[in-house]
């Protein structure tokens, strides 16, 4: 089942999407599965995807630490959307996974190629940057 483009919306980096935007971006993820005890990131290990999860459970793990449980429409991997930095952190399946994922080499020209696209990604980073300094 494709990824819905109003699921996507929810997500804080493609808040400042319009519907139309979001649909163009919606069809580029890919529905992956995953057992539970993959490994879906791998902290200081190179990103390239962004992940949404639709069903089942993940662990997020910093320096082998647990931080927290992600669920059904919780994300991860933005940055690595926009650099090549590393993981900051391991997500691990705690359960069966289904996960829709976008990767980098998707994702860049279709923001390269539609300014109004990469406007409104602008707007979902400024949000994420106001959330973070509580300003």
Not at 34 to 47: L, N, Q, R, T
Not at 117 to 123: F, H, I, K, S, T
Request: proline share 4%; aromatic share 8%; charged share 25%.
């Amino acid at each position: 089942m494709p990824l819905d483009p109003d699921q996507l919306r929810k997500v804080t980096l493609f808040s400042g999407l319009d519907e139309k935007e979001a649909k163009k971006l919606a069809p580029l993820f890919k529905e992956r599965e995953y057992s539970a005890g993959d490994v879906m990131a791998e902290e200081g290990k190179h990103g390239v995807g962004f992940f949404v999860i639709e069903s089942g459970t993940a662990k997020v793990t910093v320096h082998g630490d647990e931080r927290t449980t992600l669920g059904p429409g919780s994300y991860f991997g933005e940055v690595a959307l926009i650099d090549d930095g590393a993981r900051t952190a391991t997500v691990t399946a705690t359960s069966d996974v289904k996960a829709h994922v976008l990767v980098a080499w998707d994702f860049r020209p279709l923001v390269k190629g539609d300014p109004d696209l990469a406007w409104g990604l602008l707007q979902g980073v400024a949000a994420i940057m106001r959330a973070n300094d509580g300003s």
